[in-house]
């Protein structure tokens, strides 16, 4: 499966541990640096790991039984819109989509009159003739 995880933060990590440690060996006190670098990988590491078993376990656990019917999804909104605090609300945002999807789409529409004559043009005529023969 491909997780949406940013990998290269532990390479990262390692870099700037790795650049810290020169400047340790050619004198500088920065052992409070490289430690907190250590732990915050470490940290990272353990919590990529709980992600990727909570992962497995979510995408182990759901059968046939508990996914959704394409026949249940207008019962489910509707259920959804009768919530007693917010199913107004969300029923009013998705309104409003709606309507911004049909302007939106009212406005990409072009219709443009053409001249009489380019219903006999030679173009016309040879989209007549492929549009009646795929029928």
Do not use: C, H, W
């Amino acid at each position: 499966a491909i997780l949406p995880v940013n990998d290269d933060f532990i390479e990262y990590l390692q870099y700037f541990i790795r650049e810290e440690q020169m400047k340790q060996s050619t004198g500088a006190q920065n052992t409070e640096i490289i430690d907190s670098r250590e732990r915050l990988k470490d940290d990272y590491n353990k919590e990529m790991g709980l992600y990727k078993k909570t992962l497995e376990e979510q995408k182990n656990s759901i059968n046939s039984s508990q996914s959704v019917k394409p026949d249940e999804i207008f019962v489910l909104i509707e259920t959804l819109y009768e919530l007693p605090i917010t199913g107004k609300q969300i029923k009013q945002q998705v309104d409003g989509i709606r309507i911004g999807q049909t302007r939106f789409g009212a406005q990409r529409e072009t219709f443009v009159e053409l001249p009489a004559k380019a219903a006999s043009s030679k173009v016309m005529l040879e989209l007549k003739e492929i549009v009646s023969t795929q029928s």
